[in-house]
């Protein structure tokens, strides 16, 4: 990861973090930045995010600790990200309740237009993003 990159990639934590920006915006300034793709992990409280030539950087998520309930419901994770999109909860709130749906963690896929939400026995629950299908 160049420099510039990296100053992105930790503006973008730092302003999610205390919910002054969306994933919208998260999302478009990566991908001005450069950034192929990155993996939130809630187990590990970390967030990687990946260029395209195969570099990487990892960053704490600085969230306060989240139990991870062991039950995987895509509808309240389908809910979370809704009330996301309509801008009614920012990331602190979506993370509380992606986690207390059984969330361990989430790919969002710039390229592909998606994002991955993965329970603890390998459920999957994919979203698109607005327009991509």
């Not at 309509?86 to 749906?101: L, N, V």
């Amino acid at each position: 990861m160049n420099r510039e990159q990296q100053a992105v990639i930790h503006e973008c934590a730092a302003l999610s973090k205390t919910g002054q920006i969306g994933f919208g915006d998260v999302v478009g300034r990566l991908i001005n930045a450069g950034v192929e793709r990155y993996h939130a992990d809630y187990s590990r409280m970390e967030t990687t995010y990946y260029a395209p030539d195969g570099s990487s950087l990892v960053v704490t998520l600085n969230l306060e600790s989240m139990p991870i309930a062991n039950a995987f419901s895509a509808s309240q994770v389908e809910s979370a990200v809704r009330q996301s999109q309509r801008g009614e909860i920012k990331f602190p709130q979506f993370s509380k309740q992606a986690t207390a749906a059984g969330c361990v963690g989430y790919f969002v896929q710039m390229t592909g237009k998606c994002v991955q939400y993965f329970g603890r026995k390998g459920e999957i629950h994919t979203e698109w993003f607005p327009g991509a299908k």
